[in-house]
């Protein structure tokens, strides 16, 4: 299984301050088909997960530009560039180039 | 809009087994797979396996091999998941996810004597 490592463990921000979140995967996850299979999730208090970033780099519909991905291979990073206080709760990794899907263990920003 | 709805928390005993529903609307069913993902209390988010509804092909993770069905039902638009032999360690928030964009709003399964 390929295993998600994401840093730090928890995060405490300001509003208006960035925030950066790490991502490591035990194997590469650039597809043959050259598509990099690397999401990001926002799980909100209370609420199911929803996805701000996909295929490493992409803003999902109506996520904020303040949100960014990048990276490549197996190490990636979710930026915040100013946060907001409605961007509160735990952020995933996540990768589907191979089953089983797996998690990164999640960064609670607060 | 897209919308997957799914069916009310389930309390257990320890050797039982819960069924879980899933409703999809809102897009071609048969379109798209479906994931059932875990959350215990406290905890991060696990993939349980998934289903094609075109054609009931399922995928599990080998932790949940024998122990976990995924179906779906393309007269009514529905996911199931049914876990056997539930221990209390299967006590956790369960979800359904389309394609990992859009997610049901979990059932919390308790296992409990």
């Known amino acids: 299984d390929i295993v998600m490592t994401q840093s730090p463990p928890s995060l405490s921000v300001a509003p208006g301050q960035p925030a950066s979140i790490s991502c490591r995967s035990s194997?590469?996850?650039?597809?043959?088909?050259?598509?990099?299979?690397l999401y990001w999730f926002l799980q909100k208090p209370g609420q199911s997960p929803q996805l701000l970033i996909f295929?490493?780099?992409k803003r999902f519909t109506g996520v904020p530009d303040r949100f960014s991905g990048s990276g490549s291979g197996t190490d990636f990073t979710l930026k915040i560039s100013r946060v907001e206080p409605e961007d509160v709760g735990v952020y995933y990794c996540m990768q589907s180039i191979q089953l089983p899907i797996t998690f990164g263990g999640g960064t609670k920003v607060e | 809009q897209v919308q997957l709805v799914q069916s009310g928390p389930e309390m257990k005993k320890p050797g039982a087994s819960v069924k879980v529903s899933c409703k999809a609307s809102g897009y071609s069913f048969t379109r798209s797979g479906i994931s059932w993902v875990r959350q215990a209390p406290g905890q991060g988010l696990e993939w349980m396996g998934g289903?094609?509804?075109?054609?009931?092909?399922?995928k599990y993770a080998q932790k949940f091999q024998g122990r976990v069905t995924m179906t779906a039902d393309t007269s009514t638009n529905t996911t199931y998941m049914e876990v056997r032999s539930l221990t209390y360690d299967d006590t956790a928030v369960y979800f359904c996810a389309r394609d990992t964009v859009d997610w049901g709003q979990g059932t919390l399964v308790t296992v409990s004597s």
């Open positions: 194997q590469s996850l650039l597809h043959s088909d050259a598509k990099t299979y």
């Open positions: 289903v094609n509804p075109y054609n009931g092909n399922t």
């Open positions: 295929e490493v780099s």
